[in-house]
């Protein structure tokens, strides 16, 4: 049997979807979910949620209405269509939650709501339907392959005691098609008021209904295009009729929405923002157009106004469903979530599967029509006989796989490279643990704390105040200064010795003459060395002022065993630890004339005018190279 | 509300944050890193703006202060509310409100589906996106958390005091002080009190903060139509749909059955009249 043109387009199509998003569910395994999705943690409920989930669920509807018209109010018009849109429920159902496998964080344990309760939830309540819909759903079409392999008795007992079933499935699909819409309501603050109500279960299971309904016929109209069958129009407008009904209601109860909680304000009035016009879009797509076009007959027999209406109510359900789970939520959190293309491969790439899964049982079971329908002479003839090992051939090898295979070699690199920082890997936070705070916790202080001798001992660094002080001082640009060698991006810089910054700190000023203290080096080598210290070395290389100095650093650690704090609260106290320690020893040897421990043998009088009075003092001959100067 | 909830709690324990009093120091984030060795932070790129991540269950968020070119730190963290959102959402319930106040995660239970973070009002829940077995992270305020002399290791590393560890109540008697005895300074306000249903970690300040902790203040709280909300919890407010949920089950599957019999009745009817014509006819064409 040749495939016609358009099957085997579609189809290359579809493989090559679904083969890339096993590439990228791969990938989402490997690499965790930073890698594939663009998900935050502002906005945790991506594209696989709310379209595959919540929107294909929606989509999904249909199988449940459909069951309910014909099994429970016996209408036998619609019993032609009812095997089509159950096997959409189920595998539309069946898509969905198979791509919660992939966007929930840990999905070996899918297991455990049912054993781990909590009956306050809605999520829980979706589960528990979700999960139980399902298996019937499955039930209901155990007889599409009872029939085909031709096992009358299950097919007999199925018919028999499917009633509970489908009257259970019915009941399970309003109440999660509800509970949908109440996963919203746990967000009161943050959900954009348009998209928020108490009453969203109702919105959530009526539009769901009606355009579940449009998206039958849709699907139905493409499936008889698709494989060349004649539409059953009179069917076909019934349903969409039958939407419109359920399309009208949504719009009533949407505006006593808007009355009842004072919100048309957001709509037209005085509170319009950019949400309002979307909220306009989505209520003309998902219900103006198809109520107008369904209502009125004329218009409604019209092929292609029928198509338009159904494609509108589609396009407007799943809008409804996006904005209410992801676009509502931007303005609150001040965010924006885009899908990364990789969120897309693999959402399209799951209802390309689950199509392909779709046309296989069309192409070899009785989806369109139960048996009975067909005459007697044709049931064996219209179908092929069971699958054979020749067929199953024929699929894996000619031209088929050649086409499976260009798709792999051209579309599997593609989407591996869709995955986000796939050059670089993903990213790995650094797993070492953190012993000593880091140098800047954080980018956006003002002040940051500054391990001073690697011990623990902080000090405070006004960073804004210093970057002035650099930048008045040698002027120069912002990105030149710290920045240039230790970025704050570098969050563990525990190697920058203090003298990465302070290399002024023993070069002579107002109040500290280096040369008074030369003799505090053990040679005249380390001196020169000191002056000439190079901080063009290596990064690695670099030692804390402490490493050598550890009897400078004293004072700070016996600022800490006072008990006061272990925190130098700022420049004074890291001066006063670097300084006093010696200067009090020398104050008790008896050889010291001035009185070097006392506060007044620095701080003569206030800072400005030490640095006409400094210089009496120095000592005799040599002149400091340049003062520098103290800039507040 | 909240206090009919404390008298079931007489142990909740809660933090007092001052903003006027931080200094943006980030010491109790330091508190927190050492004391639950957490890893190294991503880089900011990855992280949203308030500094909370999958590996940082503290904060501190800059705010302008009451003049130009002031700021003001807040520490941002969970707020371990009375009633839980999260605990009320999480449909394994990895969530636990305990006797001492805290909100506690259980990590063996959570299954990753993320409604706790849709349901927190004040996003304080975050995920470990980059890691392929991720958990969720949040301020925990337990035993865990408890360094010598019985309190947390992040409000222990505070040097100001501006934030502090103690009974909801003694804490909330302290605010109240602190603004009675500085009302020019101070917001008439404990954050935390009623709001969301009151919440054990609670705010004061001379700058509003309800955007930097994402706490909206009755008038935004209007805009939205939850005005309740400045008293009540979430979970309360919709309480009345998880009774429905029972009700829809029996109402739908009854009149489902209830249309399935009448149906069979009529279809019996029917069948019993045609039977009792057909006998009549019978009995007539007898009887001709």
Redesign the interface.
């Given at each position: 049997m040749k495939e016609p043109l358009r099957l085997k387009l579609l189809k290359d199509v579809l493989w090559a979807l679904a083969l890339s998003a096993l590439v990228v569910g791969v990938g989402r395994f490997i690499f965790g979910l930073a890698a594939a999705t663009n998900m935050t943690d502002l906005l945790p409920w991506g594209l696989w949620k709310i379209l595959n989930m919540i929107a294909g669920a929606a989509v999904a509807t249909s199988g449940f209405i459909i069951a309910a018209v014909v099994y429970i109010l016996n209408l036998e018009k619609y019993k032609k269509v009812a095997r089509f849109s159950i096997l959409i429920g189920f595998l539309g159902y069946g898509s969905s939650l198979f791509s919660l496998l992939f966007d929930i964080g840990l999905p070996h344990r899918g297991w455990h709501p049912f054993f781990m309760w909590n009956p306050h939830s809605f999520l829980f309540e979706v589960f528990w339907c979700v999960s139980i819909y399902w298996s019937i759903t499955a039930l209901e079409i155990i007889p599409l392959i009872t029939e085909r392999f031709r096992i009358p008795k299950i097919t007999h007992l199925l018919h028999e005691y499917m009633l509970p079933f489908i009257v259970l499935g019915v009941t399970l699909s309003t109440m999660h098609h509800s509970s949908l819409g109440s996963l919203f309501m746990a967000s009161p603050t943050r959900l954009h008021p348009l998209w928020f109500s108490l009453w969203i279960p109702m919105e959530f299971l009526i539009s769901a209904m009606g355009a579940g309904m449009a998206t039958i016929v849709l699907l139905m109209i493409i499936f008889n295009w698709l494989y060349k069958r004649e539409n059953d129009m009179v069917v076909l407008r019934r349903i969409a009729s039958v939407s419109a009904v359920f399309l009208f209601l949504y719009l009533a109860l949407k505006s006593a929405d808007l009355t009842y909680f004072n919100k048309w304000n957001f709509v037209f009035g005085p509170e319009y923002t950019w949400e309002s016009t979307l909220f306009q879009l989505e209520i003309a797509l998902q219900v103006i157009f198809p109520l107008v076009i369904f209502s009125i007959p004329q218009l409604r027999k019209n092929m292609g106004l029928l198509i338009f209406g159904c494609l509108s109510a589609f396009v407007g359900l799943g809008m409804h469903r996006i904005n209410t789970g992801i676009v509502g939520y931007f303005s609150s959190t001040n965010s924006v979530y885009i899908p990364s293309l990789s969120e897309f491969v693999l959402s399209f790439g799951i209802m390309a599967a689950t199509t392909l899964v779709f046309m296989v049982l069309v192409e070899k079971f009785y989806v369109f029509e139960e048996p009975e329908h067909i005459e007697g002479s044709k049931i064996h003839e219209a179908k092929v006989e069971y699958w054979s090992l020749t067929e199953a051939k024929s699929f894996f090898s000619g031209p088929r796989l050649k086409r499976v295979l260009l798709t792999v070699v051209i579309i599997i690199p593609l989407t591996a490279f869709s995955l986000r920082q796939q050059a670089t890997g993903p990213y790995k936070p650094d797993t070492r643990l953190v012993e000593r705070a880091p140098i800047a916790m954080d980018t956006m202080r003002t002040w940051l704390r500054i391990d001073a001798n690697r011990n623990g001992d902080m000090v405070y660094f006004p960073h804004e105040k210093h970057m002035d002080k650099v930048k008045k001082q040698f002027s120069i640009e912002k990105e030149q200064t710290c920045q240039k060698c230790h970025h704050l991006n570098a969050p563990k810089d525990h190697n920058s010795s203090c003298r990465v910054c302070h290399k002024d700190m023993k070069i002579p000023t107002p109040i500290f003459n280096l040369e008074n203290h030369r003799d505090r080096f053990d040679t005249e080598q380390k001196y020169d060395e000191f002056m000439a210290y190079n901080l063009d070395i290596p990064k690695e290389n670099y030692q804390a002022c402490s490493m050598c100095h550890e009897e400078n650093m004293d004072g700070l650690i016996e600022y800490k065993a006072k008990g006061f704090s272990h925190v130098a609260p700022g420049f004074e106290d890291a001066m006063h630890g670097l300084c006093l320690t010696c200067h009090r020893q020398i104050e008790e040897k008896p050889e010291d004339p001035d009185g070097k421990g006392n506060c007044r043998f620095c701080h003569k009088l206030n800072p400005v005018d030490l640095v006409e009075l400094m210089k009496p003092d120095e000592p005799e001959g040599e002149q400091p190279a340049e003062p520098i100067k103290l800039v507040d | 509300m909240s206090d009919k909830k404390n008298v079931n709690r007489p142990m909740a324990k809660g933090i007092l944050t001052d903003v006027t009093k931080c200094?943006?120091?980030?010491?109790c984030?330091?508190g927190c890193?050492?004391q639950h060795?957490?890893?190294?932070?991503?880089?900011?790129k990855?992280?949203?703006?308030d500094?909370?991540?999958?590996?940082r269950y503290t904060?501190?968020v800059?705010t302008p202060g009451p003049k130009p070119g002031e700021?003001r730190m807040v520490r941002r963290q969970c707020m371990h509310c009375e009633d839980a959102?999260c605990a009320?959402?999480?449909?394994?319930?990895?969530f636990d409100k305990n006797p001492d106040g805290s909100v506690s995660y259980n990590a063996d239970?959570?299954?990753?589906?993320?409604?706790c973070?849709?349901?927190c009002?004040f996003?304080n829940?975050?995920?470990q996106?980059?890691?392929?077995?991720?958990?969720v992270a949040k301020c925990k305020m337990g035993e865990e958390c408890r360094v010598e002399g019985g309190m947390l290791a992040c409000t222990t590393a505070c040097?100001t005091g501006a934030t502090v560890y103690g009974p909801r109540e003694s804490l909330l008697k302290e605010a109240k002080r602190r603004i009675k005895e500085n009302p020019d300074l101070y917001i008439d306000h404990v954050y935390g009190e009623h709001d969301f249903g009151g919440t054990n970690v609670m705010y004061i300040s001379d700058v509003p903060i309800e955007d930097v902790i994402?706490m909206?203040s009755a008038k935004e709280?209007e805009?939205?139509?939850?005005p309740s909300?400045t008293h009540k919890s979430?979970?309360e407010?919709?309480h009345a749909?998880?009774i429905?949920?029972p009700i829809?089950?029996f109402a739908?599957?009854g009149s489902?059955?209830g249309?399935?019999f009448l149906?069979r009745r009529s279809r019996l009817m029917k069948e019993r009249a045609l039977e009792k014509q057909a006998n009549l006819s019978n009995k007539n064409e007898g009887g001709e």
């Open positions: - | 200094i943006g120091c980030e010491r984030v330091e890193v050492r060795k957490l890893p190294a932070d991503y880089p900011m990855f992280k949203a703006d500094g909370l991540s999958g590996y904060s501190i800059k700021w959102s009320s959402v999480c449909l394994v319930s990895a239970k959570c299954i990753g589906c993320r409604y973070m849709l349901g009002p996003s829940i975050r995920y996106y980059d890691n392929p077995i991720p958990f040097p994402n909206p709280l805009a939205m139509r939850v909300l979430i979970p407010l919709l749909w998880v429905v949920t829809q089950f739908v599957a489902l059955f249309i399935k149906q």
